[in-house]
């Protein structure tokens, strides 16, 4: 079964993005039932983010069920995600959505459900997670490692690391870290995503794909 990523840096507000989405999915948009895990963003003082980006899934007739890791187990996610055609990880905190995603068992189902063709949707920190590990997550400082996780290591989907976010007032100290990392790096600006499919990696979005051998 082929195997479809998307990893994204905010989601559903591209107008370009959602366009490569909905040809992915396996059915008209109406008739997709799509996860939306929403754990990352139980520690960020404002969700203004979800909620636009529920909207645009609501929009495209996507029916949408919210669910949150926390407090669930590997049991009751493979219920709730039974029947689903979409996973989509929403942004937020890195390391506290990673430490869900491994204590729910998340880590597993998704893997399994992943194989039988349901189509992964990472935004912001939804795909970090996706990446062999979370390390980039403590470059630029923003997300705080609030539930003092040690391990860093990920759901290992794509075979490189995402940053996300990118500015050009990043551009120094991407250019210090990413030298030190044992992965290959991809940089996202705002509106853009990497769609992953049959093993190839297409690169979508607005403007041209920030290289790291050009920081």
């Not at 926390?70 to 990673?98: H, P, R, W």
Request: charged share 30%.
């Amino acid at each position: 079964m082929n195997k479809t990523i998307v990893l994204t840096s905010n989601g559903m507000e591209s107008v370009d993005v959602r366009k490569e989405i909905i040809k992915l999915l396996p059915k008209p948009s109406r008739q997709i039932e799509l996860a939306h895990i929403i754990t990352a963003s139980n520690v960020e003082k404002s969700t203004d983010y979800v909620k636009r980006d529920k909207r645009q899934m609501l929009k495209l007739g996507l029916q949408v069920e919210d669910i949150d890791l926390k407090g669930k187990t590997e049991k009751v996610l493979k219920s709730l995600l039974e029947g689903k055609d979409v996973i989509y990880v929403q942004g937020g905190n890195a390391f506290y959505l990673l430490k869900y995603v491994r204590e729910s068992g998340f880590h597993k189902v998704v893997k399994e459900l992943i194989q039988k063709g349901v189509v992964y949707i990472g935004a912001s920190a939804g795909s970090y997670i996706a990446c062999p590990t979370i390390e980039m997550a403590t470059w630029k400082h923003q997300d705080k490692n609030r539930v003092g996780l040690k391990d860093l290591k990920a759901l290992n989907l794509a075979p490189f690391l995402i940053t996300v976010h990118y500015e050009s007032k990043y551009k120094a100290i991407l250019k210090k870290e990413i030298p030190k990392a044992k992965f290959p790096v991809r940089i996202l600006r705002d509106n853009q995503a990497l769609l992953i499919s049959n093993g190839k990696v297409k690169f979508v979005g607005k403007g041209e794909e920030v290289k790291s051998s050009d920081l």
